[in-house]
């Protein structure tokens, strides 16, 4: 079965900084895009990065303050994000699939919250 799990999220004051990780399973890692997604209260969903095994790509929206990062020994991807803003409370998620350009993601880990304090 193909597992993805997001974790880290927490309270964060603006201006600070956190590191969500997903940790995958069940498929060969360096097949797959896994982007990073988030879903804030009455909000649509919003994807804000995605890294394959050849490409990065960002939002505008965290461009510049959000990175991610993929380790395949550990099977897993990271975003480190900074300089958050109240603006950026949501639920994060993890999703993969074959390509970052897929309008779709097929495959969903369960959120982590991120609340971020003015």
């Known amino acids: 079965d193909v597992q993805l799990q997001a974790s880290g999220g927490g309270l964060v004051q603006a201006g600070g900084s956190l590191r969500l990780s997903c940790a995958t399973a069940g498929f060969t890692f360096d097949d797959y895009a896994i982007a990073w997604f988030r879903q804030a209260p009455g909000k649509e969903r919003e994807e804000l990065a995605c890294?394959?095994?050849?490409?990065?790509t960002y939002s505008n929206s965290v461009e510049g303050r959000f990175t991610t990062s993929r380790d395949s020994a550990k099977n897993a991807v990271y975003l480190q994000m900074n300089s958050l803003t109240p603006e950026d409370t949501a639920v994060y998620y993890c999703a993969a699939d074959r390509l970052c350009s897929n309008p779709y993601f097929g495959f969903w880990g369960q959120g982590t919250l991120v609340t971020v304090s003015s």
């Open positions: 890294a394959s095994s050849s490409d990065t």
